[in-house]
């Protein structure tokens, strides 16, 4: 999933560089230095005193595949600093369990075996939530759809049409249903043989709500973490105001929808705009479970919630929904809101979220 929202110092909006994975380590002088490319990479680093009491602090680095930013407002430049290093080091040991395009992670074993014993608690957890959102959503959120979108991975070329044949796509479709997933007190199992999942759309939400925890227990409760557009806030920004974040234009023309102020909580968006796997631009990383096509209702959704994961988790689902569908499950959920920018352009919103800017 696409994640795009930008935080916003005072009035200046800051529009971050777009950049790849390589770009990014073409910046950082590493290509080709022997350097391990799936590491955590420092990048970018800044303090400075703010008032007469106050720094920020500010670090970004490469992780979980996308540019990771945290600042936060502390007291000591020092143990500011401190308390970044501890968020980016639990960042790092959660990764080690969630990334599914590594061998040596417990996901990885739970796709390639089709079960895992004595999974980390992380996973466990996890997973159960995917599965508990899964009944929520009515089945639209389903952590199993990494056979399709495997499936297109492989049959993309740049530019090209993707092609494949009506058995290879029923064949991947079949394996799509998170009803075949068992959780146990000691196991986690696929009923299906060739059956997998994707954690891209919960596991990256939880590992930033991680880090912001981390955050807390060292004493930075004043702090911003900007994961590839997933934001999580908590206390007050360097100007004693609430963070004000800048939710990413679709189009890519810098007219934002709309800037919203968070104090505590987090939002994320979720389109297919930017990750395409075929020259129509009708396949993307976002699939409709039933179907295993992708939606084509939204150009994206906005969803503000207590936690990165949530508004991860709750964003992709609305995505995938008619909708006026999507927006009456926000409405029932309180303290959520979402934005969605339809097709059309047309902006439809959920009933509270004009009261967030």
């Known amino acids: 999933m696409i994640r795009l929202n930008k935080p916003i110092n005072g009035n200046n909006?800051?529009?971050?560089?777009?950049?790849?994975?390589?770009q990014f380590l073409q910046t950082c002088g590493i290509l080709g230095a022997g350097l391990a490319a799936?590491?955590?990479?420092?990048?970018?680093?800044e303090a400075a005193k703010i008032n007469r009491t106050q720094y920020k602090v500010s670090r970004t680095r490469l992780a979980m595949g996308t540019i990771v930013s945290m600042t936060v407002i502390h007291e000591s430049k020092d143990l500011g600093e401190e308390a970044i290093g501890k968020a980016f080091g639990e960042i790092e040991k959660l990764s080690a369990i969630f990334d599914r395009y590594k061998s040596s992670t417990a996901v990885s074993a739970l796709n390639n075996n089709g079960r895992i014993v004595g999974p980390p608690p992380e996973l466990k957890e996890v997973m159960g939530q995917a599965l508990s959102y899964h009944r929520l959503t009515g089945k639209v959120f389903d952590v199993s759809v990494a056979p399709v979108v495997d499936l297109f991975r492989r049959k993309s070329s740049v530019g090209q049409k993707l092609e494949m044949s009506g058995k290879e796509f029923s064949e991947a479709l079949e394996l799509v249903g998170s009803e075949g997933i068992d959780i146990s007190s000691n196991s986690i199992s696929l009923r299906k043989s060739g059956m997998a999942v994707t954690l891209d759309g919960i596991a990256k939400g939880y590992i930033v709500d991680r880090a912001s925890d981390m955050l807390a227990r060292h004493g930075a409760g004043n702090h911003l973490i900007n994961a590839g557009g997933d934001i999580r806030t908590m206390g007050r920004s360097s100007e004693n105001r609430p963070w004000k974040i800048a939710i990413e234009d679709p189009a890519k023309k810098g007219n934002y929808p709309d800037v919203i102020a968070l104090g505590a909580g987090a939002v994320a968006t979720s389109g297919g705009y930017e990750v395409y796997f075929d020259r129509e631009r009708m396949f993307h990383h976002v699939i409709t479970p039933s179907t295993g096509r992708s939606p084509i209702m939204a150009k994206s959704v906005s969803v503000k919630a207590p936690t990165v994961m949530e508004a991860d988790i709750l964003s992709t689902s609305v995505f995938v929904m008619q909708p006026k569908k999507g927006v009456a499950l926000i409405n029932s959920l309180p303290g959520r809101e979402c934005l969605i920018v339809a097709d059309s352009g047309a902006q439809i919103s959920s009933r509270n979220w004009g009261k967030l800017g």
């Not at 909006?13 to 390589?22: A, D, G, W």
Request: hydrophobic letters at 50%; glycine letters at 12%.
């Open 13 to 22: 909006m800051m529009k971050e560089n777009l950049v790849s994975r390589r």
């Open 38 to 45: 799936g590491g955590m990479v420092p990048f970018a680093a």
